[in-house]
């Protein structure tokens, strides 16, 4: 079964600062999708930014960047210029490309923006 | 965008009584949703995936019984907590994927959750 671990419970920055999430996964599937989820104190889930594994490029979506190391199952977020508004939950999620579109969600990372 | 509706988003029920939660895609078909529970400060933890039309697939450890998922539509899911428990308190929320594109390129949108309080 696939798992997904992210390591770092509690993260803290500087407004303005970079910070990055760590996130590590297994699998024996070759082909996969990774995400990042932020889940704001309402709760809702909302997608960050998603990874195709079958591409080598690094997504990027504005502030925000992975760094994606297949070959590690590594799957880290950077989050550049850090803002008041991106303190949430953050979750690392793997989905298999083929049969089930479950998401498997790691612990999740509480990240807090100091002012 | 694709939208998610779950309803209710706060619900307080009796030990012992049935409490139904719906899940609706708004904006499109779905052919499958998914149901997760979320504890305090904890992570999504699957509990069953609902498909249209027919039985839904629970996760080990889910009683089938207690939560009964329907899908009787390609815009509508339900989740009914049976015989409510006070332990059956948590924040219960589902996703659906968009039917119609390339598998590898579904795209899953999540409802606003609900909260679910058992007295």
């Known amino acids: 079964a696939q798992t997904v671990t992210q390591s770092q419970p509690e993260m803290s920055v500087q407004e303005a600062e970079t910070v990055t999430l760590s996130c590590t996964y297994d699998t024996s599937e070759s082909d996969y999708y990774l995400f990042w989820y932020k889940q704001p104190p309402s709760r809702q889930m909302i997608l960050v930014i998603r990874?195709?594994?079958?591409?080598?490029q690094n997504a990027t979506e504005n502030r925000f960047s992975v760094n994606f190391q297949k070959a590690a199952k590594s799957f880290s977020l950077k989050i550049s210029d850090s803002q008041l508004g991106d303190a949430a939950m953050y979750f690392c999620a793997y989905r298999r490309s083929q049969g089930a579109q479950k998401l498997v969600f790691g612990q999740g990372t509480r990240l807090t923006i100091n002012p | 965008g694709a939208v998610v509706s779950q309803h209710p988003s706060r619900v307080i029920c009796k030990s012992g009584t049935s409490v139904k939660i719906e899940c609706r895609s708004l904006?499109?078909?779905?052919?499958?949703m998914f149901w997760y529970r979320q504890f305090p400060k904890k992570s999504l933890m699957l509990m069953a995936t609902?498909?249209?039309?027919?039985?839904?697939?629970?996760e080990q450890g889910v009683e089938k019984d207690k939560f009964l998922i329907n899908h009787a539509s390609l815009t509508l899911s339900t989740l009914t907590v049976t015989s409510a428990h006070p332990e059956d308190s948590s924040f219960y929320i589902c996703s659906a994927a968009i039917l119609g594109r390339a598998q590898g390129r579904n795209t899953i949108y999540f409802g606003e959750g609900s909260w679910l309080t058992v007295v």
């Open positions: 904006d499109f078909q779905a052919t499958t």
């Open positions: 990874q195709e594994a079958y591409k080598q």
């Open positions: 609902s498909n249209e039309g027919s039985k839904a697939t629970y």
